[in-house]
């Protein structure tokens, strides 16, 4: 981590950053000693990428998995993996998620379920989410694979119950797949990494998946919803903005907790349902009635 990548990230107004290089010499080892200083102290005025080599390897889930750990969200481009420390993140509590009236009555018909369509969702989001031009998504087939083996790997690099998963919202009647998201959990929080929804066939069906996984989060007991950077339906959802530091405060908390995001069972996934309920902010995290079975 001494030197620059010759690869950039387009950062916002055009500009360019120079992501800093995690060279394929450095064993995992001696990277988690540098992560915390970097996490503090920053990457520099307006940087927040790191980068590697994306390979099919055993050594990049188990990187994947330890930057996790450390705050970090794992993106890609340009061929690298790009883990990213925002210097502002947004996040909520699960249970203070906001659902509107719009978003409730839209939410009739449909529900949700939790990695039962891995491939489906991540196809989805290659098809109709993008950067700049249609084809141009950041989640490529070989980050989905490397994201994919991140939970089979076990050691001392599987800590905090670090797993990605494919959350889903079906149109009950048809079958059809409207919306969903990749995400991964560590300890008890739970990140989204990117998402689509089909808005032309089904209007309103993003914010429909957005809120009753916010529900469904809160009744499986996780404390944190890391939503990454700031966007404006973030914020309307409930979202805030923290700093970088006030992040990796939580991270560092929140990983030794433990939440398991179980798919829904049957009628527990019914979108309608899931927000009509009204959470009870006096309750602490997974003591909804009916969310995810107790941990073992």
């Given amino acids: 981590l001494g030197r620059r990548s010759p690869c950039v990230h387009p950062v916002g107004g055009g500009r360019t950053a120079m992501a800093l290089l995690i060279p394929d010499w450095m064993s995992?080892?001696?990277?988690?000693?540098?992560?915390p200083v970097i996490v503090d102290g920053g990457l520099g005025p307006g940087r927040e990428f790191l980068a590697a080599d994306l390979r099919d390897d055993?050594?990049?889930?188990?990187?994947?998995?330890?930057?996790?750990?450390?705050?970090?969200?794992?993106?890609?481009?340009?061929?690298?993996?790009?883990?990213?420390?925002?210097?502002?993140?947004?996040v909520m509590e699960p249970r203070s998620v906001h659902v509107g009236r719009k978003v409730r009555r839209r939410s009739k018909g449909f529900h949700l379920t939790v990695d039962t369509a891995w491939g489906a969702v991540v196809g989805s989001i290659q098809r109709l989410t993008y950067t700049r031009a249609p084809g141009d998504c950041w989640l490529t087939d070989e980050l989905a694979h490397a994201y994919a083996q991140v939970g089979s790997r076990s050691g001392k690099w599987h800590r905090g119950g670090v797993v990605f998963h494919s959350v889903e919202l079906w149109h009950t009647a048809s079958g059809e797949l409207v919306a969903g998201e990749?995400?991964?959990?560590?300890?008890?929080?739970?990140?989204?990494?990117?998402?689509?929804?089909?808005?032309?066939?089904?209007?309103?069906?993003?914010?429909?998946?957005?809120a009753a996984l916010g529900r469904w989060l809160e009744a499986c007991g996780f404390a944190i919803w890391d939503l990454g950077m700031d966007m404006e339906y973030k914020r309307e959802i409930g979202g805030r903005l923290v700093p970088r530091e006030e992040w990796a405060r939580?991270?560092?908390?929140?990983?030794?907790e433990e939440a398991l995001l179980a798919s829904p069972e049957d009628a527990q996934g019914d979108a309608f349902a899931l927000l009509s309920r009204v959470a009870d902010v006096s309750r602490e995290p997974g003591a909804l009635a009916g969310g995810c079975p107790p941990l073992s």
């Fill in 28 to 35: 995992l080892e001696d990277l988690e000693r540098r992560l």
């Fill in 58 to 90: 055993e050594r990049t889930p188990q990187l994947i998995a330890l930057l996790i750990w450390h705050g970090f969200l794992p993106m890609g481009g340009r061929g690298k993996l790009k883990p990213k420390i925002h210097l502002v993140r947004c």
């Fill in 182 to 210: 990749v995400g991964y959990t560590c300890g008890s929080v739970y990140s989204s990494c990117t998402g689509f929804s089909r808005k032309e066939s089904f209007p309103g069906t993003g914010s429909v998946q957005l």
């Fill in 250 to 256: 939580q991270i560092r908390q929140r990983r030794h």
